[in-house]
């Protein structure tokens, strides 16, 4: 991890001294824009891989060469074995889009939607204090 993360660090530098010289040089809102957003992708990847990596401790079986599969097998997580949710989500930012498209009470309409169905996508599994 820490040397997908240093990578990660080296292209945030390279975007970080690319971006200043492409506006002076083209003068181009659009292109500008899409490298500043670039910078800020790949610095927000590198905080959080260097991060994660710091927190874990130790170098992780797939940065040392000498590493074995089995050092990685365990839980990875919890993942949903089935979910509406994001069906609603995607419904009703389809409802928030054609809401700019048709009319603000629309839009109105749809973010009340949107809110709803985030909230029953967090807390699909919740059950009391803490629980997952």
Known sequence: ???????FAGMTVFFGVV???YWVLSEDP????ALVLTFGLTAML???ILFV??????????????GEIYEAAGELGFFAPKSWSPLFVA?????VVLGLVFG???AI???ALLVGALFAWVFEFYRGEWAH
């Open 19 to 21: 971006t200043p010289a």
């Open 104 to 106: 603000w009470w629309l």
């Open 46 to 48: 590198a905080f959080y």
């Open 109 to 111: 309409i749809g973010v």
């Open 53 to 66: 990596a710091n927190r874990l401790g130790g170098t992780p079986p797939e940065d040392r060469p000498d």
């Open 30 to 33: 659009t292109g500008t824009t």
């Open 1 to 7: 991890m820490r040397a997908s993360g240093l990578i």
């Open 91 to 95: 419904g009703a930012s389809s409802v």
